[in-house]
């Protein structure tokens, strides 16, 4: 295969590996923001954390994938885009330590103040994770604010109008994943609250996903791609249809398709803004000529082999015992059986 | 600029201690559980699934801030070592993603299946244990791997000014990622052995839980044993390959200045690195220095004075911290022999002050760890890559407030977080035992202390 054509499959690898962490984390981390707000007693919180106990550790990896994978594939779109998005991947990874230990330990002490903190360290840790990570991505399909001379991009930057609408259109949508699966995965009281939660959340996220797409229409090079290859249409239609269904099947009470549905969309839309930058992996909005395309950063024909080699084989592995855990605890959680975290 | 510079090694030196302030009770201390549990599925004898639930709870509590502390470091590559990622990224960030491909997920996916299934599914107790076990031990491979490559490249070209991957065969073979895997992973069985034997030790000491305790003892004991005599042994060898592929850094273990053979182990040294000499040589035995370094009463040992002053590490600080560690690794040998001893004799309920000495020696193995890594980081020194790339060319162009910001949030947050976490581990520990009522049974009266339901 030539340096071109690995490289390229490379950037979909890429693309592919965040997309699966924003699906599949955003589950997760929404139970995390829903958590404080929707449980009324200790046997639904414990519910709760069943929900995604199992599961969340292992949608965390894909985000220390897709980084690992970045700094193997693109060395210097980790460099750049790690260096240049200081601050809030240091906000991330400090959410992100409260999201797991939070979850983790707050039912490890029955201190009241014990408890209270954690609990909205989990919420505070989730909600800080979705919103930059939305703001994050939303500005990497927008641009950075960087030239040959360096790098100007500064969480101030990064909160423009665009990026702010990123994030909460991504939050929005990570509550309704979150509503759907734990509809899916209990019963008993919790189940019908939290397909309302999915329901009311769908409300504002296609509020704001109109919004979002109006505005990425309007302010982004991201439709150029497609615009040139109108069948490429066919990825952000496919998200709106999904969006639709999400809520068809949440409104006749079928969480799980439901579920689907909306992961769909998630992972959609972040396909629609991979296509929209390729063959940019670096956009700079101030300065386009600075822009670091795929093969510029691409390593060299050896380690993306052998990169490529692992990962055919170790990723449908990875996927398989996934999968397998999934069905492990696939019956309903009772709230009469829940045990939480304990 | 120079702020940055250090200010992004402090941090670099915060996040690697902090995180390898878990990682080797994870790796020691999940062998562990999972052999208790393999003895469970073997015998059906409800003493080890006991054994496995209470190790097995104070291993999961420590693995969660394993794992928080782990996203740090392989962030903090690119977000505050971006040249040196440029520099490195076709070979360093492999091993990275193939650590978290072949071992994260393992241990994320089946320490889940553990967790939230030892109950349901009592038949994948010792398998998930196992995978968990696999999975950490390989990650040490992989970051090991990676780390390898920075003290000592093989298996690469330059080009444009950047690493070339040449031979990944000879990256994953490099000798010296060999030395130090083993190194790192048997000290890391001798955090998990000697928390097991102190923990045990402070029961035994009330006599509460005898058999549970002396049970769990002689697990920590076995694991300590064999440790205790496999680091020093692996340690000796890869001291050998150190004084052949890093001389300065291996000259500052000993604080050797002058080049030659025959050279003697001095007992007690201060190294005065301003006058290139020991400000005392004290108590020197002919040979032995040689013999440390090249496994021959008259080798040849290079010494600091024949490498350049400005490639050379900063001698006091590996010099001190290499004495401690290897004091402390025999201490532990001591220890866990005598130990057997004890047992032997049947004299180990009886011996209080060895006990309690135990107690006291958690926190021992924990040092000695973390002093191994401050002699092979500040060792390699000026390099960040060993003749290739010097550390304060590797800095990424970031202002001073954004590394101030990280480093603070970084110490106050993780502060906060191994507080909460030792206060939970001495918890748990000092708790011993709880037999959580079976599935679906009804409590039967008196068996269960009533702190079980605080669980």
């Given at each position: 295969m030539s340096h071109e054509t690995l490289a390229v499959i490379w950037f979909g690898l890429w693309a592919v590996l965040w997309m699966m962490y924003f699906t599949l984390d955003g589950y997760t981390l929404g139970v995390g923001i829903l958590y404080p707000f929707v449980s009324r007693s200790e046997r639904e919180e414990k519910q709760l954390q069943e929900t995604v106990g199992p599961f969340w550790n292992g949608n965390e990896v894909w985000l220390i994938t897709a980084g690992g994978a970045t700094f193997a594939a693109f060395p210097l779109v980790y460099a750049m885009m790690f260096s240049y998005l200081y601050v809030p991947l240091f906000l991330i990874l400090f959410g992100l330590f409260y999201r797991a230990i939070g979850l983790e330990f707050m039912?490890?002490?029955?201190g009241r103040f014990w408890r209270a903190s954690w609990k909205w360290a989990f919420f505070g840790g989730s909600l800080l994770v979705v919103l930059l990570v939305g703001v994050a991505f939303a500005n990497m399909f927008y641009g950075l604010a960087f030239d040959a001379h360096g790098n100007q991009t500064n969480v101030l930057t990064l909160l423009n109008t665009y990026g702010i609408l990123g994030g909460l259109t991504f939050l929005s949508l990570t509550l309704v994943s979150a509503g759907s699966w734990v509809a899916h995965k209990v019963s008993g009281p919790l189940e019908g609250r939290m397909l309302s939660v999915a329901n009311v959340a769908w409300f504002v996220a296609i509020g704001l996903y109109g919004l979002f797409m109006v505005a990425t229409a309007n302010r982004t090079q991201v439709l150029d791609n497609f615009n040139r290859l109108p069948f490429l249409y066919v990825v952000p239609a496919l998200a709106v249809v999904a969006l639709v269904a999400a809520k068809f099947y949440l409104g006749k009470g079928r969480a799980l398709a439901g579920f689907f549905a909306n992961s769909l969309v998630i992972f959609l839309t972040g396909a629609t803004g991979f296509i929209g930058m390729f063959p940019n992996m670096l956009i700079s909005?101030?300065?386009?000529?600075a822009s670091v395309t795929l093969y510029e950063a691409a390593a060299s024909p050896r380690t993306l082999t052998i990169m490529l080699v692992v990962a055919v084989v170790l990723v449908p592995a990875v996927i398989t015992y996934q999968l397998w855990a999934y069905r492990k605890f696939a019956t309903k959680i009772k709230p009469e059986e829940a045990k939480g975290y304990h | 600029m120079a702020e940055v510079i250090l200010l992004s090694r402090i941090q670099f030196a915060v996040t690697v201690i902090y995180h390898f302030l878990f990682v080797p009770l994870t790796l020691g201390l999940v062998v562990l559980v999972a052999l208790m549990e393999t003895r469970y599925a073997r015998t059906g004898n409800e003493l080890y699934r006991r054994m496995a639930d209470y190790w097995g709870k104070l291993f999961t509590i420590n693995f969660a801030l394993g794992i928080v502390t782990g996203i740090t470091m392989e962030f903090q590559f690119g977000t505050n070592w971006s040249e040196y990622s440029k520099f490195m990224g076709d070979i360093f960030g492999s091993p990275l993603a193939i650590e978290a491909l072949l071992a994260f997920f393992l241990e994320s996916t089946f320490i889940g299946v553990w967790l939230f299934g030892k109950e349901r599914f009592p038949k994948l107790r010792a398998l998930s244990m196992w995978m968990v076990a696999i999975g950490t031990n390989i990650s040490a491979l992989w970051i090991i791997t990676a780390n390898g490559f920075m003290q000592n490249p093989v298996g690469y070209t330059i080009q444009d000014g950047r690493i070339k991957l040449e031979s990944f065969l000879q990256v994953v073979t490099n000798s010296y990622t060999w030395y130090m895997f083993f190194h790192t992973v048997l000290a890391s069985y001798i955090v998990g052995a000697f928390f097991v034997l102190g923990v045990s030790a402070y029961h035994l000491l009330r006599k509460q839980h005898v058999e549970f305790y002396k049970k769990s003892f002689q697990f920590g004991l076995v694991m300590a044993l064999v440790a205790t005599l496999a680091v020093p042994l692996v340690g000796h060898f890869q001291g050998i390959h150190t004084a052949k592929v890093q001389p300065a850094k291996a000259a500052a273990f000993e604080a050797v200045w002058e080049s030659g053979p025959n050279q003697p182990f001095t007992v007690f040294s201060i190294p005065d690195p301003a006058n290139e000499r020991n400000l005392l040589d004290w108590g020197k035995i002919p040979g032995v220095g040689s013999l440390m370094y090249?496994?021959?009463?008259?080798g040849y040992v290079t010494g600091l004075k024949d490498i350049p002053a400005d490639q050379r590490p900063n001698v006091p600080a590996v010099f001190w911290s290499f004495r401690l560690m290897v004091g402390l690794g025999f201490l532990f040998l001591g220890l866990a022999w005598y130990g057997l001893y004890l047992w032997r004799k049947g004299r180990l309920l009886d011996s209080r002050r060895y006990l309690k000495l135990l107690l006291y020696s958690i926190p021992l193995p924990y040092v000695a760890i973390n002093l191994g890594w401050v002699v092979t980081e500040m060792g390699r020194q000026p390099w960040i890559v060993y003749g290739l790339m010097k550390t304060s060319q590797a800095v990424s162009p970031i202002a001073l407030g954004d590394i101030l910001f990280s480093l603070t949030g970084l110490v106050v947050f993780y502060t906060s977080l191994i507080v909460a976490d030792v206060y939970l581990l001495h918890k748990y520990a000092v708790r011993g035992p709880v037999d959580p009522p079976a599935e679906g049974s009804v409590k039967r009266g008196g068996k269960t202390p009533a702190r079980a339901a605080q669980a």
């Amino acid at each position: 295969m030539s340096h071109e054509t690995l490289a390229v499959i490379w950037f979909g690898l890429w693309a592919v590996l965040w997309m699966m962490y924003f699906t599949l984390d955003g589950y997760t981390l929404g139970v995390g923001i829903l958590y404080p707000f929707v449980s009324r007693s200790e046997r639904e919180e414990k519910q709760l954390q069943e929900t995604v106990g199992p599961f969340w550790n292992g949608n965390e990896v894909w985000l220390i994938t897709a980084g690992g994978a970045t700094f193997a594939a693109f060395p210097l779109v980790y460099a750049m885009m790690f260096s240049y998005l200081y601050v809030p991947l240091f906000l991330i990874l400090f959410g992100l330590f409260y999201r797991a230990i939070g979850l983790e330990f707050m039912h490890k002490d029955r201190g009241r103040f014990w408890r209270a903190s954690w609990k909205w360290a989990f919420f505070g840790g989730s909600l800080l994770v979705v919103l930059l990570v939305g703001v994050a991505f939303a500005n990497m399909f927008y641009g950075l604010a960087f030239d040959a001379h360096g790098n100007q991009t500064n969480v101030l930057t990064l909160l423009n109008t665009y990026g702010i609408l990123g994030g909460l259109t991504f939050l929005s949508l990570t509550l309704v994943s979150a509503g759907s699966w734990v509809a899916h995965k209990v019963s008993g009281p919790l189940e019908g609250r939290m397909l309302s939660v999915a329901n009311v959340a769908w409300f504002v996220a296609i509020g704001l996903y109109g919004l979002f797409m109006v505005a990425t229409a309007n302010r982004t090079q991201v439709l150029d791609n497609f615009n040139r290859l109108p069948f490429l249409y066919v990825v952000p239609a496919l998200a709106v249809v999904a969006l639709v269904a999400a809520k068809f099947y949440l409104g006749k009470g079928r969480a799980l398709a439901g579920f689907f549905a909306n992961s769909l969309v998630i992972f959609l839309t972040g396909a629609t803004g991979f296509i929209g930058m390729f063959p940019n992996m670096l956009i700079s909005a101030t300065d386009p000529a600075a822009s670091v395309t795929l093969y510029e950063a691409a390593a060299s024909p050896r380690t993306l082999t052998i990169m490529l080699v692992v990962a055919v084989v170790l990723v449908p592995a990875v996927i398989t015992y996934q999968l397998w855990a999934y069905r492990k605890f696939a019956t309903k959680i009772k709230p009469e059986e829940a045990k939480g975290y304990h | 600029m120079a702020e940055v510079i250090l200010l992004s090694r402090i941090q670099f030196a915060v996040t690697v201690i902090y995180h390898f302030l878990f990682v080797p009770l994870t790796l020691g201390l999940v062998v562990l559980v999972a052999l208790m549990e393999t003895r469970y599925a073997r015998t059906g004898n409800e003493l080890y699934r006991r054994m496995a639930d209470y190790w097995g709870k104070l291993f999961t509590i420590n693995f969660a801030l394993g794992i928080v502390t782990g996203i740090t470091m392989e962030f903090q590559f690119g977000t505050n070592w971006s040249e040196y990622s440029k520099f490195m990224g076709d070979i360093f960030g492999s091993p990275l993603a193939i650590e978290a491909l072949l071992a994260f997920f393992l241990e994320s996916t089946f320490i889940g299946v553990w967790l939230f299934g030892k109950e349901r599914f009592p038949k994948l107790r010792a398998l998930s244990m196992w995978m968990v076990a696999i999975g950490t031990n390989i990650s040490a491979l992989w970051i090991i791997t990676a780390n390898g490559f920075m003290q000592n490249p093989v298996g690469y070209t330059i080009q444009d000014g950047r690493i070339k991957l040449e031979s990944f065969l000879q990256v994953v073979t490099n000798s010296y990622t060999w030395y130090m895997f083993f190194h790192t992973v048997l000290a890391s069985y001798i955090v998990g052995a000697f928390f097991v034997l102190g923990v045990s030790a402070y029961h035994l000491l009330r006599k509460q839980h005898v058999e549970f305790y002396k049970k769990s003892f002689q697990f920590g004991l076995v694991m300590a044993l064999v440790a205790t005599l496999a680091v020093p042994l692996v340690g000796h060898f890869q001291g050998i390959h150190t004084a052949k592929v890093q001389p300065a850094k291996a000259a500052a273990f000993e604080a050797v200045w002058e080049s030659g053979p025959n050279q003697p182990f001095t007992v007690f040294s201060i190294p005065d690195p301003a006058n290139e000499r020991n400000l005392l040589d004290w108590g020197k035995i002919p040979g032995v220095g040689s013999l440390m370094y090249t496994n021959s009463f008259s080798g040849y040992v290079t010494g600091l004075k024949d490498i350049p002053a400005d490639q050379r590490p900063n001698v006091p600080a590996v010099f001190w911290s290499f004495r401690l560690m290897v004091g402390l690794g025999f201490l532990f040998l001591g220890l866990a022999w005598y130990g057997l001893y004890l047992w032997r004799k049947g004299r180990l309920l009886d011996s209080r002050r060895y006990l309690k000495l135990l107690l006291y020696s958690i926190p021992l193995p924990y040092v000695a760890i973390n002093l191994g890594w401050v002699v092979t980081e500040m060792g390699r020194q000026p390099w960040i890559v060993y003749g290739l790339m010097k550390t304060s060319q590797a800095v990424s162009p970031i202002a001073l407030g954004d590394i101030l910001f990280s480093l603070t949030g970084l110490v106050v947050f993780y502060t906060s977080l191994i507080v909460a976490d030792v206060y939970l581990l001495h918890k748990y520990a000092v708790r011993g035992p709880v037999d959580p009522p079976a599935e679906g049974s009804v409590k039967r009266g008196g068996k269960t202390p009533a702190r079980a339901a605080q669980a």
